[in-house]
Nanobody, 125 residues
Framework: VQLQASGGGLVQAGGSLRLSCAASGFSFDDYGLGWFRRTPGRERAFVAAISRSGSSTYYDDSVKGRFTVSRDDVKNTVYLQMNSLKPEDTAVYYC???????????????????WGEGTQVTVSS
């Protein structure tokens, strides 16, 4: 199983980035997918998730209206489009996969099936 995140970088406040996470080694369309982030000195926190069907999306209040999660089941890839970025969005971003999005939404990160390596996002003021 592999989840490979990419697309991070340095951007000015107000700018945009799109993160991608390419998956392999499991039945992608049977899994809910999510994005989390970690800042120095803080625990990894939920950002966004999308259901197995793609019909439902979920966001932390801090990113609602600015971030959009989507999935492409042909490319086995989940995306996080980040607009109107703020310095407080600076973090290492991780993608995750689970047979249900419930553990992601309920804070049970230890129960999430798969995690990818992180990608650094830095937003300058």
């Amino acid at each position: 199983v592999q989840l490979q995140a990419s697309g991070g970088g340095l951007v000015q406040a107000g700018g945009s980035l799109r993160l991608s996470c390419a998956a392999s080694g499991f039945s992608f369309d049977d899994y809910g997918l999510g994005w989390f982030r970690r800042t120095p000195g803080r625990e990894r926190a939920f950002v966004a998730a999308i259901s197995r069907s793609g019909s439902s999306t979920y966001y932390d209040d801090s990113v609602k209206g600015r971030f959009t999660v989507s999935r492409d089941d042909v490319k086995n890839t989940v995306y996080l489009q980040m607009n109107s970025l703020k310095p407080e969005d600076t973090a290492v971003y991780y993608c995750a996969a689970d047979s249900s999005v419930a553990p992601m939404l309920r804070g049970f990160q230890h129960a999430v099936d798969y995690w990818g390596e992180g990608t650094q996002v830095t937003v300058s003021s």
